[in-house]
């Protein structure tokens, strides 16, 4: 089924929104320029969303266009998407300080090195833990509209929140 031009323009909107400067572009710009310094959880957050969160959420969002989901379905999706991103960076941030490098793929501890600002240094490991739980819950509850036809991305949540590298 072919899908529609309006849709098409959309998407190529939505994917260049992801990774330009209102995305991974400008979330990586701020990342850099946060080197040694302490962000508000808001500001972190907001990096975040626009790193690894952008691009998570044009991907859900894009798999939802090509499948013509509704525009209601797709404010799930976004939401969804928009938990699950920021979930990943949660976890990322966790095993930066449990992990081990040979299980990993990359230096553990890296960041606190590299004195970047992390939700482990924001919020504590407790606190990152109980985020990242409470962001999986918000990830499906955005998901429960749609039925059973979402269980591989609420699979994909449980995946990123219990993920060890």
Request: aromatic fraction near 2%; hydrophobic fraction near 45%.
């Amino acid at each position: 089924m072919p899908i529609a031009h309006a849709l098409v323009v959309h998407s190529i909107q939505l994917l260049a929104r992801a990774i330009g400067s209102q995305g991974m572009v400008g979330g990586q710009a701020i990342d850099c320029e946060s080197v040694g310094q302490v962000l508000a959880q808001a500001d972190l957050r907001q990096m975040h969303r626009m790193k690894t969160g952008a691009l998570l959420e044009a991907s859900v969002l894009l798999g939802g266009i090509a499948a013509g989901a509704s525009s209601s379905t797709r404010e799930g999706l976004e939401r969804y998407a928009a938990a699950v991103g920021l979930a990943f960076q949660v976890a990322d941030d966790i095993l930066d300080v449990t992990g081990d490098t040979a299980v990993l793929g990359k230096t553990a501890g890296k960041d606190v090195m590299e004195n970047k600002p992390t939700y482990v240094s924001t919020l504590g490991l407790d606190g990152s833990r109980r985020l990242l739980q409470d962001l999986r819950d918000e990830a499906c509850t955005a998901l429960l509209p749609l039925g059973p036809a979402a269980c591989r991305l609420a699979g994909l949540a449980d995946f990123i929140v219990g993920r060890d590298r």
